[in-house]
C-alpha cells in the first residue's frame, strides 16, 4: 500500500499564540525575540511583519529598522510548549505514528488510519479543523506520499494552507523549483549546484546519478531521488515515550496551598487520560515543583499497583507534596508524570482499593466518553472536584 504521509507546520506559531493571548496584537506586526536594542536575533515574526522584511533569525536591531512599529516581546517558551503538547495530543488521535520536527511541526503516518479516520486529506481537514477549534491557531498542510513532498506541500500555500500532492503531478511540480526547496539542500550544496549552472530541480534532474555520486558521495543517491520526488525514509515515530507527563506554569507565582492541589489534579487527570489513551499503564509517579526563582525539585513514588487513573495519580502527588513540604513557599510551576509503563492489557493486579478504584474508573470512563465526543475541555474533575479539596 502507498504510504500517505500528513506535515503539518504550525503558522509563525509563537507569534500566533501571542496574537491570540493578547487581542490588542491581533494584525499587527509582531516579533518574538525580545528588546530590539539588544543583541539578539528574531525568533518568529507575524505576517503582518514579514511585510516589513523581517524574518526568522534576523538580527533583532535589524528588524526594528525595517519595523519600528513593530511590538517586541521575548517570547514565552513554557507556553509555547505546553500548546506544542497540546498540538501532539491532537495528532496522537488520528496515528500513533508522529514524528515531531520540532515545537512545531511533525509528521504523521497516516497510512494505517485510513480505515478509522477515511482519506488522507479528510484527516487533514480535520487535523487543521482540530486546531483552529481547540487551540484557535491556523496550521499549514501537506499531503503526500513521502515526507519530502508533504513537507513541500505544506509550505506552498502558507499561512493556513493545505495543498495535496499527487504521484502524477510531482514531475510537473518539482521541475521549475530551485534545489534549495530539497529538504537537506543546505546554503553550501545550493551555492555549489548554482555555481555549476544547476538551479531549478528540474535541472538537477539531468544530472546523471554517477556525476551526483562523484560529487556529493554518498549524498548523490539520495539528491538524485529527492529531484524525482523519490524519499522513502520513514516517519520515526518517537521512540517509546519513557515517560508521559504534564506542566504548567502559573502567571504569578502561588502561594495558595489549595490553588496547588486543584492544579495537581487537574495535571493528573491530564496524564491519567494520556496514559489511557496510549494503552499504559504505569508504576511510578514523579511529582515536580519549582519555585519563585528557578530552584526545582522533583520527587518519585513507585507503586506496587498498576496505575492509569487521574485520580489514582493524584494521589500519589498529594503524598509526595506533603513529604516535599513545601508550606509557605511561593511555586511557580508544577508538573505531574508516570514512569514505569506496563500494557494496560497485561493482568491487572488487584488493588486493596479496588472497590473504590472501580468507581473511580467508572468516574473516567465516563469523562473519557464525553471527552472524545466533545473535546478536552468539556469537563474536569478539577472542576467537579476542586471544592471538595478546598473544603477539606
Ligand atoms: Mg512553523
Known amino acids: ?149 508533504a513537507k513541500l506541500g505544506s509550505d506552498l500555500e502558507k499561512p493556513d494552507g493545505f495543498v495535496i500532492i499527487k504521484s502524477e503531478d510531482v514531475e510537473e511540480l518539482l521541475a521549475p523549483l530551485p534545489v534549495s526547496r530539497i529538504w537537506g539542500v543546505g546554503v553550501k550544496t545550493e551555492a555549489y549546484l548554482n555555481r555549476i549552472g544547476i538551479k531549478t530541480i528540474g535541472q538537477l534532474r539531468a544530472i546523471p546519478l554517477e556525476y551526483l555520486e562523484k560529487i556529493f558521495g554518498s549524498m548523490g543517491q539520495e539528491l538524485y531521488n529527492l529531484a524525482r520526488g523519490i524519499d522513502n525514509r520513514p516517519v520515526q515515530a518517537f521512540s517509546e515515550a519513557k515517560s508521559i507527563g504534564r506542566e504548567v506554569t502559573f502567571e504569578e507565582d502561588i502561594g495558595d496551598i489549595e490553588k496547588l492541589y486543584v492544579s495537581l489534579l487537574d495535571l493528573s487527570q491530564q496524564v491519567g487520560r494520556r496514559l489511557r489513551k496510549s494503552e499504559k499503564a504505569a508504576y511510578t509517579v514523579t511529582v515536580k515543583v519549582r519555585y519563585q526563582g528557578f530552584e526545582t525539585h522533583t520527587r518519585s513514588k513507585t507503586s506496587q499497583v498498576q496505575i492509569d487513573l487521574g485520580n489514582q495519580i493524584y494521589e500519589v502527588v498529594r503524598q509526595l507534596l506533603d513529604e516535599m513540604g513545601l508550606r509557605g513557599r511561593r511555586v511557580r510551576l508544577v508538573g505531574v508524570y508516570v514512569s514505569n509503563f506496563i500494557s494496560a492489557s497485561a493482568p491487572r493486579q488487584i488493588s486493596l482499593l479496588d472497590n473504590r478504584d472501580s468507581r473511580r474508573r467508572q468516574l473516567e470512563d465516563t469523562m473519557d466518553k464525553i471527552k472524545d465526543k466533545f473535546g478536552e475541555d468539556a469537563i474536569s474533575t478539577a472542576n467537579l472536584l476542586g471544592r471538595k479539596y478546598t473544603r477539606e
Request: hydrophobic share 35%.
Open 1 to 149: 500500500m502507498e504510504r500517505k504521509i500528513i506535515h503539518v507546520d504550525m503558522d509563525a506559531f509563537f507569534a500566533a499564540v501571542e496574537q491570540r493571548d493578547n487581542p490588542e496584537y491581533a494584525g499587527k506586526p509582531v516579533i518574538i525575540g525580545g528588546d530590539p536594542t539588544k543583541r539578539g536575533v528574531v525568533s518568529t515574526a507575524s505576517y503582518e511583519a514579514r511585510k516589513y522584511g523581517v524574518r526568522s533569525a534576523m538580527p533583532l536591531r535589524e528588524a526594528y529598522k525595517r519595523c519600528p512599529e513593530g511590538i517586541f516581546i521575548p517570547g514565552n517558551m513554557e507556553k509555547y510548549k505546553e500548546i506544542s503538547w497540546e498540538l501532539q495530543r491532537i495528532f496522537y488521535d488520528f496515528t500513533p505514528i508522529v514524528e515531531p520536527l520540532s515545537i512545531d511541526e511533525a509528521f504523521l503516518d497516516v497510512t494505517g488510519s485510513q480505515r478509522l479516520f477515511g482519506t488522507p486529506e479528510e484527516i487533514g481537514r480535520r487535523i487543521k479543523e482540530c486546531i483552529k477549534e481547540e487551540l484557535r491557531l491556523t496550521a499549514s498542510i501537506g499531503i503526500a506520499g513521502n515526507k519530502f513532498l
